[in-house]
């Protein structure tokens, strides 16, 4: 959402006698940016939480049906382990939303708090999930447990570098812009209700 558009609403506001209609054009514009920041963060929750456990899935499924590498049990316990700590940081996340009024200015604060929390999330399930791929790829090494194709360890270690790298360019291109567009707002916000 671009704050030039809600600064331009707001300063129809100050010069218009139809208040109400401005602040509901206002109000209109933080409802749409507070559901998008939603549903970008419920989405990157669910698609990190279900492919962890998708990928937890596929490694405890190949001693299953190939009767060999047990250890890969362990692994997936790992994933399985590194799913349920994202979906319980999701379910605090969710009752934390809770505690945030429904004026203006406290929809704006949730959106803030939830591009916040989407730029946290970003870093903190990066390092949820990679630990327990650095975790096995260290024991594949060290153990040489699993005779694993040249490509398919270079796809892991590619996938270990790649995941923090494309999180951090996703926060700092996308949710940090939002963020401050927001927090732009709120300042304008209370200081136009400082001045009435």
Same mark, same amino acid.
């Given at each position: 959402?671009? #704050?030039?558009?809600?600064?331009?609403?707001? @300063?129809?506001?100050?010069? @218009?006698? =139809?208040?109400?209609?401005?602040?509901?054009? !206002?109000?209109?514009?933080?409802?749409? *940016?507070?559901?998008?920041?939603?549903?970008?963060?419920?989405?990157?929750?669910?698609?990190? $939480? +279900?492919?962890?456990?998708?990928?937890?899935?596929?490694?405890?499924?190949?001693? #299953?049906?190939?009767?060999?590498?047990?250890?890969?049990?362990?692994?997936?316990?790992? #994933?399985?382990?590194? *799913?349920? *700590?994202?979906? /319980?940081?999701?379910? %605090?996340?969710?009752?934390?939303?809770?505690? #945030? @009024?429904?004026?203006?200015?406290?929809?704006? @604060? !949730?959106?803030?708090?939830? =591009?916040?929390?989407?730029?946290?999330? +970003?870093?903190?399930?990066?390092?949820?999930? +990679?630990?327990? $791929?650095?975790?096995?790829?260290?024991?594949?090494?060290?153990?040489?447990?699993?005779?694993?194709?040249?490509? +398919? %360890?270079?796809?892991?270690?590619?996938? $270990?570098? =790649?995941?923090?790298?494309? $999180?951090?360019?996703?926060?700092?291109?996308? /949710?940090?812009? %939002?963020?401050?567009?927001?927090?732009?707002?709120?300042?304008?916000?209370?200081?136009?209700?400082?001045? %009435?």
């Amino acid at each position: 959402m671009d #704050f030039s558009r809600f600064q331009m609403i707001w @300063d129809e506001q100050e010069k @218009d006698s =139809l208040f109400a209609i401005d602040r509901a054009a !206002l109000s209109e514009l933080v409802g749409k *940016a507070g559901r998008k920041a939603r549903l970008d963060l419920r989405a990157f929750e669910y698609v990190t $939480m +279900l492919s962890i456990l998708g990928i937890a899935i596929a490694v405890a499924s190949e001693p #299953f049906f190939e009767k060999h590498e047990y250890f890969q049990y362990y692994e997936a316990a790992l #994933f399985l382990a590194a *799913a349920v *700590a994202m979906f /319980v940081r999701h379910r %605090q996340r969710a009752r934390e939303e809770a505690r #945030f @009024d429904t004026s203006l200015c406290g929809e704006v @604060d !949730l959106t803030i708090w939830r =591009l916040e929390s989407l730029a946290m999330r +970003l870093r903190e399930y990066c390092w949820i999930a +990679l630990t327990p $791929m650095i975790l096995t790829g260290l024991v594949r090494i060290v153990f040489q447990l699993a005779s694993k194709p040249l490509w +398919l %360890q270079l796809a892991w270690a590619a996938l $270990m570098v =790649l995941t923090p790298i494309g $999180m951090h360019k996703i926060a700092r291109e996308k /949710v940090q812009p %939002q963020l401050r567009s927001m927090k732009a707002l709120r300042e304008t916000l209370r200081g136009g209700e400082a001045s %009435q």
